[in-house]
């Protein structure tokens, strides 16, 4: 069983470009969780997904950040013109349950904007 | 603000002893969890305990929980190089659906 796989795992963009984050779940996991980490931080969390439903958006910023969990495919977190304290990890955590257990994490997408 | 507050924030000892690290959280939780990351890697879940739980083990972790002072120790024994890392709590919020919230981190270093 193929862990929470994410893609890119490096992402370099330039001020004023679009990011896209992909995260594909464990198999039979439904929920998902984006969370974000600066350097020498613990992780912030961002939002909380079900399969076509966006379940907890409290951690996202008002503008610029979105994210997607599509019936097919894998989930989006989606930022819009990047500045340079958009500059992070962005983990993914995917889960079966929608509460109580544990959260298995992807190894990550570090986004550098230049 | 910050819900998990480890403590101490960057801990040395050598290969062979014990470690022990400390996390306080502020609000009701369902249950605490504990997380390693290597250095540029993703989270490795450890241990999670859950609110009506004390203590619990796994391997060489053992964690402990005492709701009323809402804190938790996490302690590893026979510590080794491959201990190396930062160790995270996360809290699940009781009412706050399944999202966590992390500390902020303890460095943890097992010199050989």
């Known amino acids: 069983n193929a862990g929470v796989m994410q893609n890119p795992r490096h992402l370099v963009r330039r001020r004023g470009q679009e990011a896209r984050l992909r995260c594909s779940p464990m198999?039979?996991?439904?929920?998902v969780y984006w969370y974000r980490q600066l350097p020498e931080e613990g992780l912030k969390f961002m939002v909380y997904?079900?399969?076509?439903?966006?379940?907890?958006e409290s951690g996202m910023p008002k503008e610029r950040f979105s994210a997607e969990f599509p019936k097919e495919g894998p989930s989006i977190l989606r930022i819009q013109q990047v500045v340079r304290g958009d500059s992070a990890a962005y983990f993914c955590?995917?889960?079966?349950?929608?509460?109580?257990?544990?959260?298995?994490f992807g190894p990550g997408t570090r986004l550098t904007v230049t | 603000s910050q819900q998990g507050e480890e403590d101490p924030q960057a801990l040395s000892i050598q290969e062979g002893e014990n470690a022990t690290m400390n996390c306080s959280y502020k609000?009701?939780?369902?249950?605490l969890q504990w997380y390693r990351q290597n250095s540029g890697r993703g989270l490795v879940h450890l241990i999670l305990?859950?609110?009506?739980?004390r203590e619990k083990h796994s391997g060489r972790l053992r964690v402990t929980l005492d709701t009323s002072k809402k804190s938790s120790s996490l302690l590893i024994t026979a510590s080794r190089a491959a201990d190396t890392a930062s160790y995270f709590c996360?809290?699940?919020?009781?009412?706050?659906?399944?999202?966590?919230?992390f500390g902020k981190g303890i460095t943890l270093s097992v010199r050989p």
């Open positions: 955590a995917s889960s079966p349950l929608e509460t109580g257990g544990e959260q298995y």
């Open positions: 198999k039979g996991h439904s929920h």
């Open positions: 997904l079900q399969k076509e439903n966006i379940i907890d």
């Open positions: 609000t009701s939780i369902n249950n």
């Open positions: 305990i859950r609110s009506n739980e």
């Open positions: 996360a809290t699940e919020r009781t009412g706050a659906n399944s999202k966590l919230t």
